[in-house]
C-alpha cells in the first residue's frame, strides 16, 4: 500500500461547547447518506446522565478528507432532518461514527428552529429537561413542564439560562436551591470533555473499511452478570446471571424467551421493592443481599404468572410484540402481590394494557415515575384501590401509525390487532400458525416493496409465511374463490383493495386497505372503553 494514502488518525478531547460550534458552522457534517436515527428517548437521557456523572460516552469518528466528495445532504424521509450542510467556504469533516450521540447532543442542547423531524422520533423527544428536585433528566411527553423542570436547551445559553432562572425566581417558593443545582449542571455540561477521533486523508474504501470495523458487535456484560461476577459469587449465593438464563430458557415454551435480561431484573427489583432503570440499577445488590434466594422464588412465580397473563388473557403471542418491556415488569409487580386476581382486576389490567399500548404512557417513564407506576400496581393488586391513581388510562390513543417500524410500539398494537384477526392461509382458507406470524418478523411481508413514497406504509405489510419463489401479491391474487372472502376479510383486505390489487394499483391498494385497518381499529379501541381521537359514532363502552 502507497504509505501516502494511510489515514492519520488523531485522538483529542474537546468541550461539548466546541462540537456543537463545528455542527452550526457546518464544518461538521453528516454523509451524504446518513444512517436513520433509530435511539429511544431513554437512550437520549441516558446520554446526559452519563455526561452529568462524568462517564464516558464513546469516541466518535470524523473523516477529514482531503479530496472532496458529495456534500453532505439534508437528511430526509425515515431520517432525521437536519439543517447540517457543508459550509463551502470551509473545509467539514464527517461524522462516521457516533451519529446518534451527536444528534442528539445538537438537537436537545443547540436547535433554535423547529423541532427535529423524524419518522422514527416525535418532536418531543427533542425536549429534554431536568428536574431539579429529582436530579434526573426527563421529558415532558404531554406538554406540561412544572416548574422544576429546568430545560437542557438553557444551558449553554446565558440569554435562555437567565430567563430559565429569572421564571424559578419569580415563580418558586424557594428558588435558591434549584438555580444552584442548574448552574452546576450547566457547569458539569460545559466541562464535560469528550474524545473525538480525526482521521485525516485516507480514501473512501478505507473509510468504510474502518466503519465496518466499528460496526462488528462485540461482547458485553449485562447488568446481571456485572452483579452475578462482583456480589453475589459465594459458594451460598445462586447465581443471578445464571438464574436468569434458566428462566428465560423456560420462557421459550410461551415464546417469551427473547424477552431482555434487562426486563427480567428490573421485575426482580420491582418485587424487591427496588427500581432498576437503564442508568440507575445499581441498587439492587444493596436491597437484596441478604435475601436473594426468597426474592428469586417470589420472582420466579410472578414471571410466569405474568407471561400466562399476556399470553392467554391479554392475547400477545410472544415477547417480540409486547408494546413496552415496563408492563411486563408492572405485571410481575401484581402477581407477586395478588396470584389470583379477581374478575374486576382481570378487566382492569386488560384495559390498563392496551390504554397504556396505544396512548405511549411509557415513552417517556423514568425512575421517579417508574417508582409511582410500581406503588400504584401494588396497591392495586393488594386491593388497596380499585382503579390506578397514577398510571394514566383516560390518555387519548395515539394516531394510527402510517409508517412500519417494527420498534415502534404503536405499530406492535397495530400487530396485535391485525394477529387478533387470525390470518388465513391464503391457498387453503386454514389458520396460520400465529406464534411463528408473531415471533418471525420475517412473516411481516411487503406486498409492494417499490411503492414510492408507500413502501414503508403499515398497510403494505401482510402477515403471511414467506414462500421461497413466489411473492405475497402472487398470494393474495390466486386465492381460490370459494375461500377468498373470509381469507381477504382475516387480512383486513377489502373487496375494493382487492380489486386494486389485482389490477396492480399499490397506491389505491394501500390506501384502501388502510382504512379498513383504521375502521378495525377504531372498533376495537371503543370496544377497550378507550379515549381517543378518531371520530367516535355512538357506542358501548367496555368496563374499565
Same mark, same amino acid.
Given at each position: 500500500?502507497?504509505?501516502?494514502? *494511510?489515514?492519520? *488518525? #488523531?485522538?483529542? /478531547?474537546?468541550?461539548?461547547?466546541?462540537? !456543537?460550534?463545528? !455542527?452550526?458552522?457546518? /464544518?461538521?457534517?453528516?454523509?451524504?447518506?446518513?444512517?436513520?436515527?433509530?435511539?429511544?428517548?431513554?437512550?437520549?437521557?441516558?446520554?446526559?446522565?452519563?455526561?452529568?456523572?462524568? =462517564?464516558?460516552?464513546?469516541?466518535?469518528?470524523?473523516?477529514?478528507?482531503?479530496?472532496?466528495?458529495?456534500?453532505?445532504?439534508?437528511?430526509?424521509?425515515?431520517?432525521?432532518?437536519?439543517?447540517?450542510?457543508?459550509?463551502?467556504?470551509?473545509?467539514?469533516?464527517?461524522?462516521? +461514527?457516533?451519529?446518534?450521540?451527536?444528534?442528539?447532543?445538537?438537537?436537545?442542547?443547540?436547535?433554535?428552529?423547529?423541532?427535529?423531524?423524524?419518522?422514527?422520533?416525535?418532536?418531543?423527544?427533542?425536549?429534554?429537561?431536568?428536574?431539579? %428536585?429529582?436530579?434526573?433528566?426527563?421529558?415532558?411527553?404531554?406538554?406540561?413542564?412544572?416548574?422544576?423542570?429546568?430545560?437542557?436547551?438553557?444551558?449553554?445559553?446565558?440569554? +435562555?439560562? !437567565?430567563?430559565?432562572?429569572?421564571?424559578?425566581?419569580?415563580?418558586?417558593?424557594?428558588?435558591?436551591?434549584?438555580? %444552584?443545582?442548574?448552574?452546576? !449542571?450547566?457547569?458539569?455540561?460545559?466541562?464535560?470533555?469528550?474524545?473525538?477521533?480525526?482521521? #485525516?486523508?485516507?480514501?473512501? /474504501?478505507?473509510?468504510?473499511?474502518?466503519?465496518?470495523?466499528?460496526? #462488528?458487535?462485540?461482547?458485553?456484560?449485562a447488568p446481571d452478570q456485572i452483579i452475578s461476577a462482583f456480589k453475589f459469587n459465594g459458594p451460598n449465593n445462586p447465581n443471578l446471571s445464571h438464574w436468569i438464563d434458566q428462566r428465560l430458557a423456560a420462557l421459550e415454551n410461551e415464546n417469551f424467551g427473547t424477552i431482555s435480561?434487562?426486563a427480567i431484573l428490573q421485575s426482580i427489583g420491582a418485587i424487591a421493592g427496588v427500581v432498576i432503570h437503564k442508568t440507575m440499577w445499581t441498587g439492587l445488590p444493596k436491597t437484596i443481599d441478604d435475601q436473594l434466594i426468597k426474592t428469586l422464588d417470589k420472582a420466579e412465580k410472578?414471571?410466569?404468572?405474568?407471561?400466562?397473563?399476556?399470553?392467554?388473557?391479554?392475547?400477545?403471542?410472544?415477547?417480540?410484540?409486547?408494546?413496552?418491556?415496563?408492563?411486563?415488569?408492572?405485571?410481575?409487580?401484581?402477581?407477586?402481590?395478588?396470584?389470583?386476581?379477581?374478575?374486576?382486576?382481570?378487566?382492569?389490567?386488560?384495559?390498563?394494557?392496551?390504554?397504556?399500548?396505544?396512548?405511549?404512557?411509557?415513552?417517556?417513564?423514568?425512575?421517579?415515575?417508574?417508582?409511582?407506576? *410500581?406503588?400504584?400496581?401494588?396497591?392495586?393488586?393488594?386491593?388497596?384501590?380499585?382503579?390506578?391513581?397514577?398510571?394514566?388510562?383516560?390518555?387519548?390513543?395515539?394516531?394510527?401509525? =402510517?409508517?412500519?417500524?417494527?420498534?415502534?410500539?404503536?405499530?406492535?398494537?397495530?400487530?396485535?390487532?391485525?394477529?387478533?384477526?387470525?390470518?388465513?392461509?391464503?391457498?387453503?382458507?386454514?389458520?396460520?400458525?400465529?406464534?411463528?406470524?408473531?415471533?418471525?418478523?420475517?412473516?411481516?411481508?411487503?406486498?409492494?416493496?417499490?411503492?414510492?413514497?408507500?413502501?414503508?406504509?403499515?398497510?403494505?405489510?401482510?402477515?403471511?409465511?414467506? #414462500?421461497?419463489?413466489?411473492?405475497?401479491?402472487?398470494?393474495?391474487?390466486?386465492?381460490?374463490? =370459494?375461500?377468498?372472502?373470509?381469507?381477504?376479510?382475516?387480512?383486513?383486505?377489502?373487496?375494493?383493495?382487492?380489486?386494486?390489487?389485482?389490477?396492480?394499483? +399499490?397506491?389505491?391498494?394501500?390506501?384502501?386497505?388502510?382504512?379498513?385497518?383504521? %375502521?378495525?381499529?377504531?372498533?376495537?379501541?371503543?370496544?377497550?372503553?378507550?379515549?381517543?381521537?378518531?371520530?367516535?359514532?355512538?357506542?358501548?363502552?367496555?368496563?374499565?
Amino acid at each position: 500500500m502507497n504509505e501516502r494514502m *494511510i489515514p492519520m *488518525i #488523531k485522538t483529542e /478531547s474537546v468541550f461539548i461547547e466546541n462540537i !456543537l460550534d463545528e !455542527l452550526g458552522r457546518g /464544518s461538521l457534517v453528516f454523509p451524504p447518506t446518513p444512517r436513520p436515527f433509530v435511539w429511544q428517548p431513554v437512550d437520549m437521557l441516558a446520554l446526559f446522565t452519563s455526561i452529568i456523572k462524568g =462517564h464516558p460516552i464513546g469516541t466518535p469518528l470524523l473523516w477529514e478528507k482531503t479530496q472532496d466528495h458529495p456534500g453532505s445532504k439534508v437528511i430526509t424521509s425515515r431520517d432525521v432532518t437536519t439543517s447540517f450542510k457543508p459550509n463551502s467556504s470551509t473545509a467539514h469533516a464527517y461524522i462516521l +461514527d457516533g451519529q446518534q450521540r451527536l444528534l442528539t447532543l445538537w438537537g436537545c442542547l443547540a436547535h433554535d428552529d423547529a423541532p427535529l423531524l423524524s419518522a422514527n422520533a416525535e418532536p418531543w423527544w427533542w425536549d429534554v429537561f431536568f428536574d431539579l %428536585k429529582n436530579k434526573i433528566f426527563v421529558h415532558a411527553r404531554n406538554g406540561r413542564v412544572p416548574i422544576t423542570y429546568f430545560p437542557v436547551r438553557a444551558l449553554l445559553k446565558t440569554v +435562555d439560562f !437567565l430567563d430559565a432562572s429569572r421564571t424559578i425566581q419569580n415563580e418558586y417558593d424557594d428558588p435558591k436551591s434549584l438555580i %444552584k443545582e442548574a448552574e452546576l !449542571l450547566a457547569q458539569r455540561i460545559r466541562s464535560y470533555r469528550l474524545p473525538i477521533n480525526r482521521m #485525516k486523508g485516507g480514501t473512501l /474504501s478505507q473509510a468504510v473499511e474502518i466503519c465496518a470495523l466499528l460496526d #462488528k458487535p462485540g461482547s458485553s456484560y449485562a447488568p446481571d452478570q456485572i452483579i452475578s461476577a462482583f456480589k453475589f459469587n459465594g459458594p451460598n449465593n445462586p447465581n443471578l446471571s445464571h438464574w436468569i438464563d434458566q428462566r428465560l430458557a423456560a420462557l421459550e415454551n410461551e415464546n417469551f424467551g427473547t424477552i431482555s435480561r434487562m426486563a427480567i431484573l428490573q421485575s426482580i427489583g420491582a418485587i424487591a421493592g427496588v427500581v432498576i432503570h437503564k442508568t440507575m440499577w445499581t441498587g439492587l445488590p444493596k436491597t437484596i443481599d441478604d435475601q436473594l434466594i426468597k426474592t428469586l422464588d417470589k420472582a420466579e412465580k410472578a414471571l410466569f404468572a405474568a407471561t400466562d397473563f399476556l399470553v392467554n388473557t391479554v392475547g400477545v403471542p410472544g415477547a417480540p410484540l409486547l408494546p413496552y418491556m415496563q408492563q411486563f415488569t408492572l405485571l410481575c409487580a401484581f402477581f407477586d402481590k395478588c396470584a389470583k386476581p379477581n374478575s374486576t382486576q382481570k378487566e382492569r389490567l386488560i384495559h390498563w394494557f392496551w390504554a397504556t399500548s396505544y396512548s405511549g404512557w411509557f415513552e417517556d417513564v423514568n425512575p421517579v415515575s417508574m417508582k409511582h407506576a *410500581i406503588r400504584d400496581m401494588v396497591q392495586f393488586a393488594l386491593g388497596e384501590s380499585e382503579h390506578f391513581t397514577f398510571m394514566n388510562t383516560q390518555e387519548s390513543t395515539r394516531p394510527f401509525p =402510517h409508517l412500519f417500524d417494527p420498534r415502534s410500539a404503536r405499530v406492535k398494537v397495530l400487530l396485535l390487532r391485525q394477529i387478533a384477526c387470525k390470518p388465513l392461509e391464503p391457498n387453503t382458507g386454514q389458520p396460520l400458525d400465529l406464534i411463528n406470524l408473531a415471533n418471525n418478523t420475517n412473516n411481516w411481508l411487503s406486498l409492494f416493496p417499490l411503492a414510492d413514497n408507500l413502501a414503508f406504509h403499515t398497510a403494505n405489510r401482510i402477515l403471511i409465511p414467506r #414462500k421461497l419463489g413466489e411473492s405475497p401479491v402472487s398470494l393474495l391474487r390466486n386465492i381460490p374463490h =370459494h375461500i377468498r372472502t373470509k381469507v381477504l376479510k382475516s387480512h383486513s383486505i377489502s373487496e375494493k383493495a382487492y380489486e386494486h390489487l389485482v389490477a396492480g394499483d +399499490d397506491e389505491a391498494f394501500i390506501e384502501a386497505r388502510g382504512k379498513t385497518l383504521k %375502521k378495525k381499529e377504531l372498533h376495537f379501541i371503543m370496544s377497550q372503553g378507550l379515549k381517543t381521537t378518531y371520530p367516535t359514532p355512538g357506542h358501548k363502552k367496555a368496563p374499565a
